[in-house]
């Protein structure tokens, strides 16, 4: 088993920033990488951003440029730092754990309005 936590989330104004932080523990062995999500209000789950155990990024198109995944993989943690953030990114926020099945945190709402 593998427990994921998130943390970090809030309100934030268009233009400003926030890092979230999602620690996992557990049975971190044959881990493929580890990932963030989110979902906002009546849409379906979406990829924000994913890191591999051998350190490759992935990126959705719409936060290319904005957001940067990093990890400290000697303490099982990723981090997102999201920069100039638009209404548009308003949803809960999701870390995963990709083994051989994916585990899920609870999740971390961010919120961007003036």
């Known amino acids: 088993q593998v427990q994921v936590v998130e943390s970090g989330g809030g309100l934030v104004q268009p233009g400003g920033s926030l890092r979230l932080s999602c620690a996992a523990s557990g049975s971190m062995f044959r881990v493929y990488g580890m990932g963030w ?21 992935n990126y959705a198109d719409s ?32 870390c995963n754990v990709q083994r051989e099945i994916v585990y899920w945190g609870q999740g971390t709402q961010v919120t961007v309005s003036s």
Do not use: H
């Open 63 to 94: 936060v290319k440029g904005r957001f940067t995944i990093s990890r400290d993989s000697g303490k099982n943690r990723v981090f997102l730092q999201m920069n100039s953030l638009k209404p548009e990114d308003t949803a809960v926020y999701y």
């Open 37 to 57: 999500y989110r979902q906002a209000p009546g849409k379906e789950r979406e990829l924000v951003a994913t890191i591999a155990t051998g350190g490759s990024t």
